[in-house]
Antibody, heavy 122, light 107 residues
Framework: EVQLVESGGGLVQPGGSLTLSCVAS????????MNWVRQAPGKGLEWVSS????????YYADSVKGRFTISRDNAKNSLYLQMNSLRAEDTAVYYC???????????????WGQGTLVTVSS | DIQLTQSPSFLSASVGDRVTISCRAS??????LAWYQQKPGRAPKLLIY???TLQSGVPSRFSGSGSGTEFTLTISSLQPEDFATYYC?????????FGQGTKVEIK
């Protein structure tokens, strides 16, 4: 069974830093692109960042570029999100999600973690 | 960036109703579109990918159609467990974007 378990959320002051982790199990982690998606309280879904299976190709949303860093450790089946210079508007539940790429190059997020809440407030 | 606009944003329906949700892309995305269902306090769940392919285990009352810029999610006969918020997502290019969501509530 595929499982994604996020951790590391909590309360942090504006300007502070936090690192989120997502531990994967039940599949060959090193074969999949991974993503972070967030959801502010009462709001919709916002894609944050993607990392290729090797870790060599990375993309960010403009809203977090220069402040957040995505990384992975395939030996530890783990995905990370280093978040610096946090702002009130970064307050959200952060989900990690596995991205599937089919043989016909169709893509989708088929498995999601349960999410971890980050609250940025003084 | 590709913008996705869902309509309606809110929908009130009864059990057994046929429900249709639209998703319009600001530029062509061929069929790189997925639909997700989210219930309060839960992670999103994949329903449809490649615009019209039903994810394994998802009931056949859910269907998707469209290509290019116009897409539709249809629930043929709404069931009590279908009351939730639905999101479309484009995976044609980065940044990945989601529609703003359609909340389906009980009439």
């Amino acid at each position: 069974e595929v499982q994604l378990v996020e951790s590391g959320g909590g309360l942090v002051q504006p300007g502070g830093s936090l690192t989120l982790s997502c531990v994967a199990s039940g599949f060959t982690f090193s074969s999949y692109e991974m993503n972070w998606v967030r959801q502010a309280p009462g709001k919709g879904l916002e894609w944050v960042s993607s990392i290729s299976s090797s870790g060599r190709t990375i993309y960010y949303a403009d809203s977090v570029k220069g402040r957040f860093t995505i990384s992975r450790d395939n030996a530890k089946n783990s995905l990370y999100l280093q978040m610096n210079s946090l702002r009130a508007e970064d307050t959200a539940v952060y989900y990690c999600a596995r991205e599937v790429i089919t043989v016909t190059m169709r893509r989708y997020f088929d498995n999601w973690g349960q999410g971890t809440l980050v609250t940025v407030s003084s | 960036d590709i913008q996705l606009t869902q309509s309606p944003s809110f929908l009130s329906a009864s059990v057994g109703d046929r429900v249709t949700i639209s998703c319009r892309a600001s530029q062509g995305i061929t069929s790189y579109l997925a639909w997700y269902q989210q219930k309060p306090g839960r992670a999103p769940k994949l329903l449809i990918y490649a615009a019209s392919t039903l994810q394994s285990g998802v009931p056949s009352r859910f269907s998707g159609s469209g290509s290019g810029t116009e897409f539709t999610l249809t629930i043929s006969s709404l069931q009590p467990e279908d009351f939730a918020t639905y999101y479309c997502q484009q995976l044609n290019s980065y940044p990945r974007t989601f529609g703003q969501g359609t909340k389906v509530e009980i009439k």
